[in-house]
């Protein structure tokens, strides 16, 4: 070894071992180190516990969910319990969903996690969900809660007890007391439901409520025992209800009631107008009135009602026995109507303004206290309408119209209820046009009243039969017992108390009474008869019939006289004579009957009181009487039935004439007897004797 590296190791070890003493001069005398400090568990059965754990669930290399803790333990079975813990689902039927808690409780094969303690479940679109205890399910990403829970996005709420939510399908399924409230956007609430149990679908955009529904729309009250609400896409408005099963609506600004077996109520995409409601199985339906009056009610088996944005109704249909109610309104009577269906239309702003009834319809109308409704049925009806009331009604097809003791019938009627009036026309398998009541029976081709009366038209092949009553009286030359048949082209009829007035080819007979002219008039009121236009009569009375004919024929009651003459201005019962411009008929009056055959100007036949025979005839100007071998003419003739007394006067011009065979008489005054060959002329009596002619006379001409 050389020199220096022996000296270099001594070097090095010297200094060795002062580095050693200082050292140890520095550190000292070693002190024994006390026992380390463990940490405080929170549960001395867990086998490990941790802070701030993560654990992703993945399946299929797709992440499901991840669970976030503040802290975690784990025990020998494999299950943990979490604090603070947060669950991330992504994706999940298309949204993300967290939810957290206190405290979680997992299985070792984390399938089933159990959450308490404020648990809140939240989407990504704002919904949540609170409870205060849930279960976790990985198998189908299911949220349950045993207890009481509530809900909400945006101006939707809710509340319930037992809830599960699929977050794959976004449903949320309540099991008790569930409640769910949408507001506006001042908070105040819009509709309230509750229901034993309740189903919100939030990708269908539905809620569903079973057992006990009930549902608060303003002032409006929902009920049924099955409901359906579909929501808007943001699930912010109620745009449809569904109400399933006794079903009933009441209160509101629109309606007073509703009910069905099931309701259906469809509103604008904001919820807040009534578009349309739909009621099946056994419908009613009262609106909303003005004051203390009614509104218009509906049933029927199904009933559909469509609403304008200002809430006027503006159209309605309903199906299976249907009832349709307007209110009476000031100056319009109550009126309800009854048929199989019915459809109507409306305008915004004036609600319904036409209906149409079809099969089996019956049209009511009340009538004033004291008095029966009018009736009317058909096979259809079309009605007018303004603010409810019936303005305008055409019936259809075997109509049959009823106004206390007035019946009518036709194939087609026109009823105008402001004015009463009602036009009938049209032959059916029921027949032409007819009307009847105590007093008159009318048939014709077309028919026009007016009920206050009533005052009645016909034309066209008119036929009727009057009868006496005690607001009318018929003329005392008929028997007033039995009917009297009257035709004509036309007919004005003013009422049992009024005239009657037959016009065209006018024939009016009882038994073997008749009379017929252009025109008969017959007064009610006074038992008047007047018949004008080639008048003739056929009466028959106790001592026979007699035959008559003259320009105007006309029967004074009270004086119980029967006039055969010309026309007059106006009548004895101060009825004017038929108007239309057409010049008078002219012509002599002639009368044929026991007492002979008579002609004149005018003649009289004044008729025994309360006795069907002949007391007193009267002719004027003119005068010829033929009664059987003997003719007498003269100026006026004045016959006494009871004698059978004739008594003839003349002028100075025109002096009484009898002529008997080959004899004439003449004089100023000329009385002769019907059965007895005795005269007396100018007050001188004669006795007519027979002359005797070698040769036949010659025969009076006629």
Partial sequence: MARWQKRARIGVGLFGIAFAIAVYAAIGERRTAGPVERPARLDPRAILESAGAVLQQFREAKKDYVVKAERQLRYEDGTTKSFGVTIEVRNRGGRDFVVSGREMQADEERKVLEITGGVRLTANDGFTVTAERATFSDADARVAAPGAVSFGKGRMSGSGVGMTYNQTSDVLSLAGEARVTITDETGNPVTEFSAATAVLSRQENYLALDGGVRALRHQQVLEADRGVARLSEDDQFITFIELRGNARVSGGDTFDAMSARDIDLDYTEDGATLERVALRGSGGIAMRGEGEVSGRQFAGGSLDLTFAPDASLTGAAGRGNVRVDLPARAGSAARSVRSQSFDALGEAGKGLTSARFSDAVEYREDAPAGRPARLARSNTLRIALADDAVTHAAFAGRVRFQDGALQASAAAAEYEPVTGTL????????????????????????????????????????????????????????????????????????????????????????????????????????????????????????????????????????????????????????????????????????????????????????????????????????????????????????????????????????????????????????????????????????????????????????
């Avoid at 001592?543 to 006309?554: H, L, Q, W």
């Avoid at 007391?615 to 009871?642: K, N, Q, S, W």
Wanted: proline residues 7%; hydrophobic residues 35%.
């Fill in 423 to 702: 036009r009938l026309a049209g032959v059916d398998e029921g027949g032409g046009p007819r009307v009847a009541d105590a007093q008159i029976q009318i048939e014709a081709e077309a028919i026009h009243v007016t009920l206050e009366g009533p005052r009645m038209s016909a034309t066209g092949t008119v036929k009727t039969v009057l009868q006496a009553g005690t607001s009318g009286r018929m003329p005392g030359l008929l028997e007033q017992g039995n009917p009297v048949n009257v035709n004509a082209g036309a007919l004005q009829y003013q009422g049992p108390a009024g005239t009657a007035v037959y016009a065209g080819s006018a024939t009016l007979w009882q038994g073997e009474t008749a009379v017929r002219g252009d025109v008969i008039t017959i007064d009610r009121s006074r038992g008047d008869l007047i018949v004008s236009g080639s008048a003739r009569s056929n009466l028959v009375l106790d001592a026979g019939a007699s035959v008559g004919r003259a320009p105007e024929i006309r029967y004074d009651d009270a004086a119980r006289r029967m006039t055969y003459g010309p026309p007059a201005p106006t009548s004895a019962a101060g009825i004017a004579s038929p108007p239309g411009g057409a010049p008078a008929p002219t012509g002599a009056a002639q009368l044929s009957g026991p007492q002979g055959d008579l002609r004149a100007i005018r003649i009289d036949v004044l008729l025994a009181p309360g006795a069907s025979r002949i007391e007193r005839l009267e002719a004027y100007t003119d005068v010829t009487i033929r009664l059987d071998r003997r003719v007498a003419t003269g100026d006026r003739l004045t016959y006494h039935a009871d004698e059978e007394r004739y008594v003839m006067t003349g002028i100075a011009t025109v002096p009484v004439k009898i002529v008997e065979e080959c004899r004439e008489t003449i004089g100023r005054t000329v009385v002769f007897f019907k059965s007895a060959d005795r005269v007396i002329v100018d007050g001188n009596e004669e006795v007519r004797t027979q002359s005797s002619r070698s040769g036949p006379c010659q025969a009076p001409p006629r």
